[in-house]
């Protein structure tokens, strides 16, 4: 299991390669991607028992990102994980590149297509309720966003995954805050959502989204035995690069050659001042 | 739903009645679901409209019900292929194929989940319920989904037949049944098999091309052409939208010169304006015309008044193809 100390390298560097595919792509989903990078640093790192060579066990845990614009900081993840050579990461929105924006199963790991919102936890919860058929021990994930729950079918799943007792079902929602055309607060309200999902029958745990060791605690294990789980977690739109950071506009913005050599100097910082702590 | 001179072509036929296609799929996925408990049911409130409530006794483990729910039916029912269940996802194809449309196009289809979508009580089955509960629409959005085999069986065989082919095939399939008892077809030259026509009757003066539960209209529009008219008329049911057996359309194009298609669905999108490109991209020298239901607020009655008042019976087909001959100048 990697340490603390590796993890928050890791996401520093996830940070620098979701800059540079995108810039490079001069397309993606940049404030979304560096919201949720940790949740995907901590999954792919010490909770799914998924691997390259495991990717179609029947058995391996399955990760579902619903919020597939985000995909950037998944193919990143995926790449350094080694399910793909990272080169490949090049072919970002080419002609004829498997690397869409948004998350396809014709790339290595990626369990389910997805890019429109709400279609995500359905499937998810199809899963979960194989598994639990079967008596499989397998868990299943699905990243959300918190202004993708304005998407109604989100909630037919819940009530489903709570029908059918599935505990190793696990959702993560991405709460920063933010969407397209503003705060999620006044585009459409999706508070309060743990009173909300544990009104549907959920577990419900809240954390903060950017703290390695609090994921790494509430991911590790079913959060109720009967009952699927969901962890909100507090993010901040962009993090890591302080002028994206909470700001509607880096949605899908690229940084232009000067925002883009700032951003790079922002987090070579933080990885300097990561090595300096650390010794 | 037929009249007493189709009932008594029928009888000359020699075709014997039938059951719904409904309750001969329900029949058919008990047996695939007995052999392999992989195989699932997945309803949203419709085991009983999908005669599934003998299947739910027998099988209880073996059927998941999501309430009315069908855009969760959908991707539940992909989460469970993907996890290696052979699913059948069962819900009236009104509400299948329109309010889940988007989970078909990219849970199943573009996801490629090996699913069967079941759409029961399918074009005007309701009847008179209206059109809330009509799915007119299907063939034309489904068929411009990529990955996607579309098929509308015609009779216990091609529904039995296409229930066991959807539970191998390995890729997504919707299937549309309706509620109505059905003439038994005669067997054809060609075995079902998905993306191939079954010529019921050959003949080249006249080709009837139709799909689902009009095509036993048409067979017997066929029949009674010949008794009153001496002709000869190609009956070919095409279970299978799509891929569609152009090969079969064009030979008909080609060898009848007359073409009418039948299908309970709009006039747009659907198996008619399948078999027009087919044609007119071959510069087939052969005219056509399209029965089903036309671009309007829909006639209200039971699924045979409907089909009745717009011409899907064999009175009205025979009708159409004598006025196509005569339009072009072909002798009746």
């Known amino acids: 299991m990697p340490t603390d100390h590796e993890l928050a390298r890791k996401s520093l560097q996830y940070r620098r390669q979701i800059l540079r595919v995108i810039k490079r792509a001069g397309a993606g989903h940049i404030g979304g991607s560096l919201s949720c990078v940790d949740i995907l640093n901590v999954l792919y790192n010490r909770i799914l028992r998924v691997s390259p060579a495991t990717v179609t066990e029947p058995g391996r845990d399955r990760y579902i990102q619903s919020k597939g614009h985000s995909v950037e900081a998944l193919y990143v993840v995926l790449a350094e994980r080694g399910f793909f050579p990272e080169s490949e990461l090049e072919t970002l929105g080419a002609p004829a590149s498997h690397f869409v924006g948004h998350p396809t199963r014709n790339v290595p790991g990626i369990e389910h297509n997805t890019g429109a919102l709400g279609h995500g936890l359905s499937v998810a919860v199809g899963m979960a309720l194989a598994a639990k058929m079967d008596r499989a021990r397998f868990r299943t994930f699905v990243l959300l966003g918190d202004g993708e729950l304005a998407e109604g079918s989100n909630w037919e799943a819940a009530m489903a995954a709570a029908h059918y007792g599935l505990d190793s079902l696990t959702a993560i929602i991405d709460c920063n805050s933010l969407q397209i055309s503003g705060p999620t607060s006044a585009v459409m309200n999706s508070e309060p959502l743990g009173e909300k999902f544990a009104a549907f029958g959920w577990a419900v745990r809240r954390v903060d989204g950017h703290d390695i060791e609090a994921l790494t605690s509430v991911l590790g294990a079913p959060l109720a035995p009967g009952r699927p789980g969901v962890v909100i977690a507090d993010t901040v739109k962009g993090k890591g690069v302080s002028f994206m950071e909470d700001t509607v506009g880096w949605h899908h913005g690229v940084p232009d050659d000067e925002q883009y050599v700032r951003a790079l100097a922002e987090i070579d910082a933080g990885l300097a001042n990561l090595e300096r702590g650390a010794q | ?332």
Do not use: W
């Not at chain 2, 979508?117 to 059109?131: E, K, Q, R």
């Not at chain 2, 077809?185 to 075995?191: H, I, T």
């Not at chain 2, 399948?274 to 671009?295: H, N, Y």
């Open chain 2, 1 to 332: 739903m037929h009249s007493e001179a189709a009932l008594r072509v029928a009888a000359r036929l020699g075709l014997e009645m039938g059951r719904p296609n409904l309750e001969e799929f329900a029949e058919a996925l008990m047996v695939r679901a007995r052999a392999d408990r992989n195989v699932l049911a997945v309803t949203s409130d419709s085991r009983g409209s999908g005669k599934l409530s003998s299947f739910a006794k027998a099988l209880p483990g073996q059927i998941v019900e999501v309430g009315i729910a069908e855009q969760n039916l959908v991707g539940m029912a992909a989460g469970l292929a993907s996890a290696g269940k052979t699913v059948f996802a069962v819900s009236p194809a009104c509400f299948l194929t329109a309010r889940a449309l988007e989970q078909i196009k990219n849970d199943i289809a573009y996801s490629d989940q090996p699913v069967t979508l079941v759409g029961i009580s399918a074009g005007v089955s309701y009847g008179a319920l209206g059109t809330t509960h009509h799915s007119l629409h299907d063939f034309a959005a489904l068929r411009a989904i990529h990955n996607l085999i579309v098929a509308a069986p015609a009779d216990n065989f091609e529904t039995r037949s296409a229930v066991h082919a959807a539970a191998t095939v390995r890729v997504p399939v919707y299937l549309r049944f309706g509620k109505a008892p059905l003439f038994t077809l005669p067997a054809g030259e060609v075995p079902f098999a998905f993306g191939r026509a079954r010529v019921l009757r050959p003949g080249c003066d006249v080709a009837f091309v139709a799909a689902g539960e009009t095509v036993i209209h048409a067979l017997l529009a066929g029949a009674y052409l010949e008794e009153t008219h001496g002709l000869e008329c190609r009956v070919i049911s095409m279970p299978t939208l799509k891929p569609l057996d152009s090969a079969a359309v064009l030979a008909a194009g080609l060898e009848c010169h007359t073409m009418v298609t039948a299908e309970e669905h709009s006039v747009h999108g659907g198996l008619g304006e399948a078999c027009a490109a087919v044609l007119a991209r071959a510069g087939a020298p052969c005219t056509l015309d399209i029965v089903g239901i036309p671009d309007e607020y829909t006639f209200t009655g039971s699924q045979a008044e409907i089909f009745h008042h717009y011409g899907l019976s064999m009175e009205g087909l025979a009708a159409t193809a004598i006025s196509l001959r005569r339009r072009v100048g072909t002798t009746a």
